[in-house]
Structures are given as C-alpha cells and as structure tokens.
C-alpha cells in the first residue's frame, strides 16, 4: 500500500521528478505520459517516505540526458533541476550512502563532457560544496577534473589548484590517491603555455611520491619522468630541479627505453656545451621524437654552462673562457652574461678592461645534499655575525645606562 505524504507545496525533489517524466514520455501520448508520470511520481514519494535516499536519486536521474539534450530547458532549468538533485545528498545517513549517491551524480555529469561542458562542471561544484565527507569531496574533485580536460574548459578548474595543499590536509590522502591527484592536475596544465610551471611543478610532486622502496610501484611512473625531463628541457624560463635525487627519475638510467633521456638530464643539470652537442650529433632524431629544437636547446645550454662557469672559478670568469665555453663570437660575450643577469641566473659585474666577469652569487642547477649543507653552514654564519652585532648592541646599552646614571648623580 502507497503511503501519500501530504504537503501545502510539492517538495522540489518531486516536482523535478514530474517535470523530468513528462519531457521523457511527452511523445508518447496523453495516457501513457499521464499514467508513466503518475507511477514515478509515486515510487518517488515512497523513496521519500523510507528515507531511500540513493534510489531516489538514481529514479531522479534516470530523465537527465533527455533534460540535457532538450532545447526547451534553458541552462537555468538544468542549474536548478540539479540543484534539486545534488541536496540529497545532505539527506545521506552514512559516508558510504553519501559517496553512492555523489557517484551516481558524478557518471551521469560527465557522460557527455563535450556537451554544456560549463554547466556540467558548475553542477559538480555545486554538489562538491554540500558534501560532508572529506573522500567524497576529493572524487567528486577527481570527476570536475575528468570533465573540464574531455570538455576543454579546464580555465575554470585551473584558478582552484593554488588551493590543492589545503585540499590535501582536508581530504587526507592515501598517497595512491595523492599519486592521482597531482598527476590529474598536471594533465590539466599540459595544454596550457601559460601553465607549464605549473605543470611540471604538480608533474615533480607526483613523481616525489616515489621512494626506493616502492619497486614494483615505480615502474609505472616511467613515462611520466620521461615526460617531466622533458618538460624542463623545453621550459626557457626553468634553470633547476631536483629530478636527480628521485626514485621515479633515476630507474630511467638504465632503462632500455628511456635511458637516452636521463643522459639528456644529467647533461643539462651537470654538464655544459659541448656535452650536449655531443649528444645532439648522436641522437638528433630521438630529441625531434619528443619535439625538441635544437637552437632552443643550444641557447638554454648556454646560460646553464654560463652558470657552471660562475661556480667553478671562484668569482672570477674571464671573457676568452666564456666565448670558448659558450662557442660564441668576441663581441657576443656581453650579450650573454647580461642574458644571464636579467634571468637572475648569476649576480656579476663585468671588468671590459679587463675583460673579466666578477661573480658575486649565482644560481645551483641542481639543489641537493651538498647544497643544503652549504647553505646550512651559511645560515650559521649570518646566525654568529646576527648574535655578535645584537650582543655588542647590548653591551654599548648597558654602558650609555651607566654614564647616564653617573650624570645623574653629579647633577644631584
């Protein structure tokens, strides 16, 4: 037997069922529409009556690619029709329940990505924002990602990655999920010029969820260190990284497919000029492979190799060095160290009478252990020079107090 609630308004989530019906059977004639709508109509209320919350919003979403697809629904119909569906989910009794019902919601979303690509992304968020669950929150997130790369409208995801690090420490990731994550996100970027720091940078942080010990897992993140050498070779504007150190990185050495790339790496975070012309001579088809210019290749080597220079010999560069290292003309020496001081590679002073270059600091390609130590020993040093000046500050306080109270005394 039905149970009929009795209501001055019909609840909305009823009303969406009526309306949704009726489009799905309008061509079917009067009877059978007035007899299809009055039966979902009521198996709604009974999913109502019994709190069976995730089958009414599998029976509310069952109408949803025709709702789409039909141009008498304006966008702020479709908006509110989800809105309608999307709250049930406060209704859930359990995490368990709540996720369903987001999946459910999330499958039908992004079935047809490249249709009201915008709304459907904006539907996604809307339901993001009722969920209680911190899980649910991040695959809901994981979906909204699916369909804004499917649909090409990822400049409306990308403004919420500056927020993924307090995303991380709400949702509390596995590092599987972490993995997936930051992968997504990177593959979001990719396509995006704008974005290609941003992409390496999330493209570094998936890879740094590797260690030594995870053998059987880091065969799988073979491509994507391929991918991420890649990309910092491409980037005119990245001068450093840290891939060296890593796990994910380092099983390319040996690797039959990709050991080629890793050497590529090493040179251009190790080595200088001629070291990569070397390697061009014998590989200029696998750097075309993966759409490497040669010129723009040559032109980063040399700033890197500039670099070099600056932290071998001890400050001091001289510009028959430079023209050697750099295989440039006299005459373009100067162009490349300023080259190089407008990009903040190096900080330096050039002596034309002497035709020197006098380096005061200058950036490291590679930032690892033997790095951290030194800055760590610099640190302690600016800490001794800080207490030293703070303890003869208080020294010559302590004496101007005294010669004060004395002046006192023979005033008195």
């Known amino acids: 037997m039905t149970t009929v609630v009795p209501t001055s308004e019909e609840d909305p989530a009823l009303s969406v069922v009526r309306f949704t019906s009726e489009l799905a059977w309008s ?74 019902m987001a999946k459910l919601i999330c499958a039908k979303i992004i079935q047809q990505p490249s249709d009201k690509p915008a709304l459907r992304l904006k539907i996604l968020f809307n339901l993001y924002n009722l969920l209680d669950n911190a899980y649910c929150r991040f695959y809901v997130f994981m979906k909204a990602l699916t369909l804004a790369v499917s649909g090409k409208v990822t400049e409306h995801v990308i403004p919420s990655f500056k927020k993924i690090d307090s995303f991380l420490k709400e949702w509390n990731l596995e590092v599987q999920d972490q993995r997936e994550l930051f992968l997504s996100v990177a593959n979001a970027l990719k396509d995006s010029k704008s974005s290609a720091k941003d992409s390496f940078k999330f493209l570094t942080k998936y890879l740094a969820t590797f260690s030594d010990e995870d053998t059987y897992k880091m065969g799988e993140a073979k491509e994507e260190a391929a991918r991420t050498i890649i990309e910092f070779v491409k980037a005119p504007d990245m001068f450093q990284c840290d891939l060296l150190d890593m796990p994910a990185v380092g099983q390319l050495e040996k690797d039959a497919k990709y050991a080629l790339v890793y050497q590529l790496l090493k040179i251009f975070l190790t080595q200088r000029l001629d070291a990569y012309l070397e390697f ?36 001091r560069i001289p510009y028959a060095l430079i023209k050697d290292t750099l295989r440039i003309d006299n005459d373009e020496v100067e ?77 008195r």
């Open 27 to 100: 061509d079917a004639g009067p009877e059978v529409m007035e007899q299809q709508v009055s039966r979902l109509c009521v198996e709604a209320q009974e999913c109502m009556v019994m709190n069976r919350w995730l089958d009414l919003t599998s029976l509310m979403l069952t109408s949803a690619d025709i709702v789409f697809s039909n141009s008498k629904v304006s966008e702020k119909d479709l908006e509110c029709i989800f809105t309608v569906i999307c709250n049930l989910v406060t209704k859930s009794r359990s995490p368990d329940e709540e996720l369903e």
């Open 335 to 411: 162009l490349w160290v300023v080259k190089a001081l407008t990009t903040k590679l190096i900080d330096c002073k050039m002596d034309q009478l002497n035709q020197v270059v006098l380096v005061s600091s200058c950036t490291e390609r590679v930032f690892g252990l033997r790095q951290w130590q030194a800055l760590r020993t610099k640190l302690g040093t600016w800490r001794g020079n800080i207490e030293s000046v703070i303890n003869t500050i208080q020294a010559n306080k302590i004496t101007e107090d005294s010669s004060q109270a004395v002046q006192g005394m023979m005033i």
């Open 280 to 315: 061009q001579a014998a590989n200029s088809a696998l750097l075309k492979s993966y759409g490497l210019v040669h010129e723009d290749c040559i032109a980063k080597m040399r700033l890197m190799s500039l670099v070099d220079l600056a932290s071998h010999e001890s400050g």
